[in-house]
């Protein structure tokens, strides 16, 4: 049976089902982070307590390699190579395996969806013969570092997750059909090195709970979805190149203010910087300077949230606004924000600042 599998494996080339991430996902995505502000922290937290855990294993880890039993036992979703002549098996599931070595893993090149997630796996070079790879998901794993291993090259690779590894840095991470890209949970300190020449089609870009002080770095001009959350950011940076970007996901950071917004970002719908430092009004003003395009806020957990009416002062500054804080904006504030005068209060607040 399994040197059937293998001979099945090696027929044909795929030409087809080369899109597998759609619009609706990506608006079921920004609907999440509007509507599921509380579940999504608790949800990182587990994340991050899954990757702790595995480093405490590291230590006591015995070698594990991929057998064909496991492979056959894994293996689903039969589909047609690219000549129409033969079949093949394009998915395989080996999450959970405690598998430390993916040699055989190279002779199943007609793979197109992989789950390698919660593993002890560090090396990926068998990944190189995949090449009509199209969604690969190694969460949980002891990856390192991009350089010297092999996604950049493959060619059809749309969506990859290295979630909760070992990575510090993004050097040598590549791929030219990448479109969404999650490196939450990892100890990331710098977005340098990144070739974005090789990542020109990248759409989705998740950092959440990295080591990150600054945005500099993140030259993606096709990026529409970006999220930062609970990094150590202090500062806003390079983001005038980011000139699609929809979505900016900033909660939890150590932002004080919003200067780094840029006058360039015509695109940008949804924002996101709850549980920040923010506590000058001077911060709304940068906002109004970015464009009539905001259409959601959140600035809750930040000290300015907290001043006196400081709901309809942000209505009053940004009155293209449908929502704030999760709440839509009805009719009567705006009315009512109209009907005050904010000056004096404004000219107060840079007086302290």
């Known amino acids: 049976m399994v040197t059937a599998i293998n001979t099945i494996q090696r027929e044909g080339n795929v030409n087809q089902d080369r899109r597998i991430m ?8 920004l609907k999440a982070e509007t509507e599921e502000e ?20 590291e230590d006591q880890l015995k070698p594990c390699p991929l057998t064909q039993d496991m ?39 007609h793979l197109r969806y992989l789950d390698i997630s919660s593993n002890h796996l560090s090396d990926f070079s068998p990944l190189a013969d995949l090449t009509q790879l199209l969604w690969v998901k190694g969460d949980g794993n002891l990856l390192q570092r991009f350089e010297g291993q092999p996604f950049g090259k493959l060619t059809y690779l749309q969506w990859l997750s290295f979630a909760n590894n070992r ?7 590549g791929g030219p059909a990448l479109e969404t890209l999650n490196l939450t949970g990892n100890g990331i300190q710098s977005m340098q090195g990144l070739e974005y020449h090789n990542l020109t089609n990248l759409v989705t870009l998740e950092l959440r709970g990295n ?3 600054t945005t500099d770095g993140i030259y993606l001009p096709n990026l529409r979805h970006l999220y930062l959350a609970q990094n150590n950011i202090k500062r806003l940076e390079g983001l005038e190149k980011l000139q699609r970007l929809n979505t900016l996901h900033l909660r939890d950071n150590q932002l004080e203010t ?19 430092l ?10 109004a300077n970015v464009g009539q395009t905001l259409k959601a806020l959140v600035l809750s957990d930040n000290p300015l949230a907290k001043t006196d009416d400081y709901r309809l002062y942000v209505i009053s500054h940004l009155s293209q606004l449908e929502r704030l804080d999760k709440d839509p904006i009805t009719a009567g504030e705006k009315s009512e924000a109209q009907e005050k005068d904010f000056e004096d209060e404004y000219a107060e607040d840079q007086e302290d600042n």
Do not use: P, W
């Open 22 to 29: 759609s619009d609706s996902d990506e608006r079921e995505v």
């Open 278 to 287: 923010i506590s000058s009004m001077r911060a709304l003003r940068t906002l």
């Open 211 to 213: 080591c990150l002080e």
């Open 38 to 57: 509380d579940e999504e922290g608790q949800g990182e937290r587990n994340d991050l307590e899954g990757k702790e855990k595995i480093s405490g294993q």
């Open 71 to 109: 492979m056959v036992k894994s293996l689903s979703l039969l589909c047609r190579t690219g000549n129409g002549l033969s079949h093949a098996y394009v998915r395989l599931d080996l999450k959970s395996k405690a598998l430390t070595d993916l040699a055989l893993l190279s002779s199943f090149i």
């Open 167 to 173: 990575l510090f840095d993004v050097k040598g991470l």
């Open 258 to 276: 919003l200067d780094g917004l840029s006058t360039n970002m015509k695109c940008l719908q949804y924002l996101n910087v709850r549980g920040n």
